[in-house]
């Protein structure tokens, strides 16, 4: 299994870049908070593994509350033990600080931090608009036949959308163009982790085997 983390830009606003976002009167969020999402009739993860991302999200929410106090605003998104960063903080030290803080968290395996030195400057409505994005993405993903729609989690963060989750290069691949389809988004960044055919047919369910006593029986 490797790490991939692709940005795919919608290709009607290549050059749009991320601004602003939440607002600062809501300095950390913990997975995402509102604008984030998970399908999770079915996870890849283990159970264990979902445990241990809630118990990540909650300690390096904890630790950046203590050391940056209201300097930063963060949403914190935990998936396989691999950490999203979002928000604004307001300097490029910080946000240097920032990932070193979180890397320290125990179980940790990888941070992406995707912050931005901004001032914090979002509105209700941006908010507002980035929760209806991840809801929409989510359906999308949903009606989508050829997809496994619980394989992946959905942050939005000022219409940008972060996809995340463990999927082959065909489920990457789909998802972000599902994603970039959404009216409103800007630009779809893949946070995956890549995994082969082979390796996603150990995800699916395994099916008991048909026995002498289960089969239908012969035709007359």
Do not use: W
Request: aromatic share 4%; hydrophobic share 45%.
């Amino acid at each position: 299994m490797k790490l991939n983390i692709h940005r795919a830009v919608c290709s009607s606003l290549a050059c749009v870049l991320l601004g602003g976002a939440l607002s600062a009167c809501v300095p950390l969020v913990v997975g995402g908070g509102m604008v984030a999402g998970t399908l999770v009739a079915v996870d890849r993860r283990t159970a264990g593994t979902v445990v241990e991302d809630e118990s990540i999200e909650v300690k390096a929410a904890n630790r950046i509350r203590d050391t940056l106090g209201d300097k930063a605003r963060i949403n914190v998104t935990s998936y396989n033990r691999q950490v999203l960063l979002t928000g604004e903080v307001g300097n490029e030290t910080d946000k240097q600080a920032l990932g070193r803080l979180v890397e320290s968290v125990d179980n940790v395996r990888a941070v992406v931090n995707e912050t931005m030195v901004a001032p914090f400057t979002a509105t209700l409505s941006q908010r507002s608009g980035d929760t209806f994005i991840t809801g929409k993405v989510r359906a999308s993903l949903l009606d989508a036949k050829d997809l496994q729609a619980s394989a992946f989690k959905v942050v939005t963060e000022n219409k940008v959308v972060y996809l995340m989750g463990i999927v082959t290069p065909r489920e990457a691949k789909r998802a972000a163009e599902i994603a970039r389809g959404v009216n409103d988004v800007t630009k779809v960044v893949r946070v995956f982790e890549v995994i082969s055919e082979d390796e996603l047919a150990r995800y699916q369910p395994k099916q008991a085997p048909v026995t002498t006593e289960d089969a239908p029986p012969a035709a007359p």
